[in-house]
């Protein structure tokens, strides 16, 4: 079963943007920048091209509650029959060529099918889920009038021809209820929606528009990765950039921008409800490693490497397998995972986590593929951990840089640890289905990440006090502390879940 792997060559440079150029249509909609971090330069393209008024058609009847309150074809189970008995909508794949100079246009295309095509193989899924019902299969042919217009707009855009997080169902799925007012989370609506996300006070748009509103203080996170990357290369010569201040300062534009998502994280609870995360969650799942797909997914008029075929060529059998819609495909926090040099262990889990690296828009992969290259040839740990007792302002400046090291690994495990209780309160309670969206396992794949990040505080710490008696700080004891009690809870955690599941 393929899945189109994609090989990317590890950038020797990378340049982020100071300025996102939003009215640039030749860039692709997501390219890193100063400015908007990960959000994507412009906000999402809205409205289709006349010649997709089928696929705005079908798409605005889709969810299970409309914009205007009514029904939708979901809620009835009603897709399939639009799709394939009454076919509504013709296969539109050559009118993506008038588009095909409009990149942020083409990667709008490309969220809509994605869309339509999840919400087409789940239906079913959906509707014995909401009978009380285990999942069972999704449907496992995608006609070609949603394969192939899906296969073209995803290849033009570097994306594979299934929902993803950043290019479809998250960063590119909001626009603002009043332009003028700008993003902020009270102004932000979702562009499409599977159950009542249309309403922005549903979980469901409450789950997607918290993610938004956490990646749009990604900017500063970029700008301090960069500073801090930027001063270790100037003082790797010893030149005069060998600032540890100027460090410093990077570590702390790091530290408060990751502080400040944190705290828009928190907001989950109170957006979308613990309890209704599991109704909206059946059309985000993948079709790697679920039971809903055994064989995979047979891309009518798409060949294996994910290129459509001429429109009368014989029918293709080729089957494909994606990996689901996945915070974890977000870019926020593999960026920390590679500037800090985190060490991940050697396990069938981690190489789930790798090939999430595959499932970003390309110019997010490329750039976070340059900040791991980067921090290893810079020893960027190393440096910020060296220490100095030559004078007593080399000493404060560089146990500065340990404390802030220290606090920023400390925000990565925040972030990690609040994560692992959403996945204990939204779907360890809630549910026995065994694999996340994404396809890892529901249990042990959150903490074989949280777990390294605890180990890591730890081994850090444990080396910094050991050496000539270096002192941290109440602050950093405590929060060390608190690791320590954290590691164990979730060691106990882990073999519970591990224990009632049979894992
Ligand atoms: C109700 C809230 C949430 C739930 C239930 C949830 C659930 C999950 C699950 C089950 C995974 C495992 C990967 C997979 O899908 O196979 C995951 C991974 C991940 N999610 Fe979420 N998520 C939530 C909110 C968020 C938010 C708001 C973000 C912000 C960007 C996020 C970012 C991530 C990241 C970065 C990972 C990878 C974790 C790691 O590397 O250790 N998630 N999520």
Redesign the pocket.
């Known amino acids: 079963m393929g899945s189109i792997v994609i090989d990317d060559i590890v950038p020797t440079s990378f340049e982020v943007l100071d300025d996102a150029r939003p009215n640039d249509t030749s860039l692709p909609a997501f390219m890193v920048s100063k400015t908007r971090g990960f959000l994507p330069r412009a906000n999402p393209v809205v409205e289709l091209p006349e010649a997709f008024a089928a696929l705005e058609s079908i798409l605005t009847r889709m969810p299970v509650k409309r914009l205007d309150g009514t029904p939708g074809l979901l809620a009835e189970g009603k897709l399939g029959d639009a799709i394939l008995v009454s076919k509504e909508l013709p296969d539109l794949t050559d009118a993506i060529d008038t588009v095909r100079h409009d990149l942020p246009m083409l990667n709008a295309l490309y969220r809509d099918y994605s869309f339509l095509a999840s919400a087409f193989l789940l239906e079913p899924c959906h509707m014995r889920f909401i009978r009380g019902e285990e999942y069972g299969l999704g449907r496992d042919v995608l006609p070609a009038c949603i394969a192939r217009p899906i296969a073209r707009c995803a290849r033009l855009c570097g994306f594979k021809p299934f929902m993803e997080y950043a290019g479809s169902y998250a960063l590119f799925n909001y626009r603002l209820q009043d332009p003028k007012a700008g993003l902020t989370y009270d102004n932000l609506r979702l562009i499409r929606a599977f159950e009542h996300g249309l309403d922005p006070t549903s979980s469901e748009a409450g789950?997607v528009l918290?993610?938004v509103d956490?990646?749009r203080n990604s900017g500063p996170l970029v700008a301090g990765t960069c500073a801090c990357l930027d001063t270790a290369e100037a003082s790797k010569d010893g030149g005069k950039g060998a600032d540890r201040e100027l460090f410093n300062a990077g570590l702390t534009q790091v530290l408060t921008s990751l502080q400040r998502i944190n705290a828009v994280?928190e907001t989950?609870w109170g957006k979308?409800r613990p309890e209704q995360?599991t109704s909206f969650r059946t059309f985000i799942f993948g079709i790697t490693s679920q039971s809903m797909f055994p064989d995979g997914v047979a891309y009518e008029g798409v060949d294996e490497n994910g290129v459509e075929l001429d429109a009368d060529a014989p029918a293709s059998t080729t089957r494909l397998s994606f990996r689901?819609e996945?915070?974890?495909n977000?870019s926020?926090?593999?960026l920390m995972?590679n500037f800090l040099e985190i060490p991940m262990p050697d396990t069938p889990l981690t190489q789930i986590?790798k090939d999430f690296r595959q499932y970003r828009p390309s110019n997010h992969r490329q750039f976070l593929a340059y900040v791991r290259a980067k921090s290893a040839a810079l020893h960027l740990k190393d440096f910020a951990l060296q220490g100095s007792t030559q004078t007593a302002d080399a000493t404060a400046v560089s146990n500065q840089s340990i404390q802030l090291w220290l606090q920023v690994l400390n925000q990565v495990r925040d972030f990690?640890w609040r994560?692992w209780c959403?996945?204990k309160e939204?779907?360890l309670k809630r549910t026995a289905h065994p694999?996340?969206?994404?396809?890892?396992p529901?249990v042990t794949?959150?903490p074989n990440?949280?777990q390294a990040v605890l180990r890591e505080m730890q081994a850090i710490y444990t080396h910094a006090t050991a050496t000539e008696g270096r002192k941290l700080g109440a602050e950093v004891d405590d929060m060390m502390d608190m690791v320590v009690r954290q590691s164990a809870t979730l060691a106990k955690e882990v073999a519970r879940y591990c224990e009632e599941r049979g894992v």
Do not use: E, K, N
């Open positions: 789950f918290v993610h956490m990646v994280m989950m979308s995360y689901g996945s915070g974890a977000d926020m926090i593999p995972d986590l990690r994560h959403f996945g939204y779907i694999t996340a969206t994404g396809g890892s529901i794949w959150l990440q949280l």
